[in-house]
DNA sequence: CTACTTGCAAATCATTTGCAGATGA
DNA sequence: TCATCTGCAAATGATTTGCAAGTAG
């Protein structure tokens, strides 16, 4: 039996958890509590986010030892290497957000108050593959970060 | 008297550690022999490095005492604070690059053997400020990275 | 002069790891 | 059962910092 399912002709997606589950097994790891805790966590609302926020949003659960900070890392870790979460470096920290679930785009960012800005490009990804094709090089993902100044910090100064 | 100087009507770049002086003029600092040896030996070839290897390249000073680790850190730091030099993380280090006296570009990342192809494509920019503009975004610079396998990579596998 | 710099040794600090006990399949 | 996990405490390792001595302007 399939884990994907779906109504009349529309794709149903998995739950986050779910196809973590999905992840875990297909590499004979184990579908533990604190890794479901933290993949609940992480998906409960579409944020950029660190280890240390993360942390914090578990304060709770860690306070009790229901899951631990290591146990927080290596699964970011797990998360990352399934391609549910993309993995991004941001002043010296990693910030993380959903890749799963959520339509790819690329970032502006505003290098006052650090507001990160979502935007998709169709026309981006065309000419991302128009120069791999030159170099007979195979895209696998891409990266696109624009740094300036958002419409409020350009208006307050 | 200028700094900058001309050949006719040829405008000449002045040499990195020259251009260096400048910017720690501007800012009050002070031109000191450790900084223009770093500078002079990062500039003297093209390639992208980390601190690491810089201090390699610098072991003969540093074993002669006449450069230490720390100042290298802080010339870095100053470099990029410049705009000479361009910072970016890759696996968890960081690697620098030359921005002062080269073109600009984006990276096409093998993710096999961790080559660096650099590109540069007016039209990337060009869409760069179109959805700056639709965000009534400014601009001030740009990262593109793509990652995926390099020509030599994909014959071999 | 004297404020900025440097080298040294020690401190940081986010992230990782070794291990013994716990637990999912 | 038993290989995988987890929490804990300790280790890492690149980068940073405090401080007394050195030096550019």
Redesign the interface.
């Known amino acids: 039996m399939s884990k994907s399912f779906s109504l009349g002709s529309v794709q149903v997606k998995l739950p986050p958890v779910e196809r973590f589950g999905q992840f875990l097994q297909s590499r004979g790891k184990r579908i533990t509590r604190q890794r479901q805790r933290i993949v609940e966590t992480i998906f409960s609302h579409h944020d950029h986010f660190d280890a240390e926020e993360l942390i914090e949003h578990l304060q709770e659960l860690i306070a009790q030892r229901k899951v631990s900070r290591p146990t927080v890392y290596r699964t970011l870790g797990e998360l990352v290497e399934s391609g549910m979460l993309r993995k991004m470096?941001l002043g010296g920290r990693s910030v993380y957000e959903h890749e799963y679930g959520y339509p790819s785009h690329d970032h502006?960012y505003?290098?006052r108050c650090n507001k990160l800005?979502e935007?998709h490009?169709a026309?981006?990804e065309r000419?991302?593959d128009a120069?791999?094709g030159?170099?007979?090089?195979?895209?696998?993902?891409?990266?696109?970060?624009?740094?300036?100044?958002?419409?409020q910090c350009?208006r307050k100064r």
């Open positions: 470096v502006l505003c290098q800005i935007f490009s026309e981006l000419i991302r120069v791999a030159e170099h007979d090089f195979q895209v696998s993902s891409h990266r696109m970060f624009v740094t300036g100044l958002c419409a350009r």
